[in-house]
């Protein structure tokens, strides 16, 4: 089935500087993928979608500018938090989907990456 | 709709037991649903899906059930397992979305040998 790759798993960095994620689409084209945010003990929250060759489209209060999305081919997705601050520790998640089908419709997640900013 | 919470509301079950895990939606425009297991530190996980077009779902050990009317889905897991111990998340898309899902509050489920 397909798989998406996350990395780095666990990190952590000091506040204000930058962090960069990536998200890859193993074995299928991931046209369009997703990024979310989760706080403990609480839900998937959909920060932004992300299209191959175009910009990312941010949901409400999610800041573009600090959380810089980059779609570069159609298996890689990065999230870069720049200037991280204490608040934006967090685990955050990528989904990636493919049209070819699978369950789910053939959404598939990455396994997070727990993100600490000290 | 997007959701938020400062706790998981728990179900707690004797191993063997049926659990049922329920999860209201918002937007009557979704019309497709996921339920997903998310273990500690990892991604969620697909369980079963259903369309709106469907009412009832069946899969191994699962049963997952939509309610349109009152914007309710549930999900049924028959014997309960001390692997079935995880946080559950629904998940809807909306008709005309770009394809992005919503994911609900979560349950988490507790397990008892």
């Known amino acids: 089935g397909a798989v998406v790759s996350q990395h780095p798993s666990r990190v952590i960095c000091k506040s204000g500087t930058s962090v960069k994620i990536e998200c890859r689409s193993l074995?299928?084209?991931?046209?369009?993928m997703f990024w979310y945010r989760q706080f403990p003990k609480q839900s998937l929250m959909l920060m932004a979608t992300s299209n191959e060759g175009s910009k990312a489209t941010y949901e409400q209060g999610v800041e573009k500018d600090k959380f810089l999305i980059n779609h570069a081919s159609l298996t890689l997705s990065t999230l870069t938090v720049t200037s991280a601050h204490p608040e934006d520790s967090s685990f955050y998640i990528c989904?990636?989907?493919?049209?070819?089908?699978?369950?789910?419709?053939?959404?598939?997640f990455g396994s997070g990456t727990r993100l600490t900013v000290v | 709709g997007e959701s938020v919470g400062l706790h998981l509301p728990t179900l707690s079950v004797q191993e063997g037991d049926n659990s049922i895990i329920n999860c209201a939606y918002s937007n009557s425009a979704s019309d497709y649903f996921i339920w997903y297991k998310q273990e500690s530190g990892k991604g969620p996980q697909f369980i079963i899906d259903i369309r709106s077009n469907m009412d009832k779902r069946q899969g191994q050990r699962v049963t997952v059930l939509l309610n349109k009317t009152v914007k309710h889905l549930s999900l049924q897991i028959a014997a309960t397992q001390p692997g079935d111990s995880a946080v559950y998340f629904c998940?809807?898309?909306?008709?005309?979305?770009?394809?992005?899902?919503?994911f609900g509050k979560g349950t988490k489920l507790s397990v008892k040998p």
């Open positions: 998940a809807e898309q909306s008709r005309g979305s770009q394809g992005n899902l919503i």
């Open positions: 074995d299928f084209q991931a046209t369009t």
């Open positions: 989904s990636a989907r493919d049209y070819g089908g699978g369950a789910g419709y053939g959404y598939t």
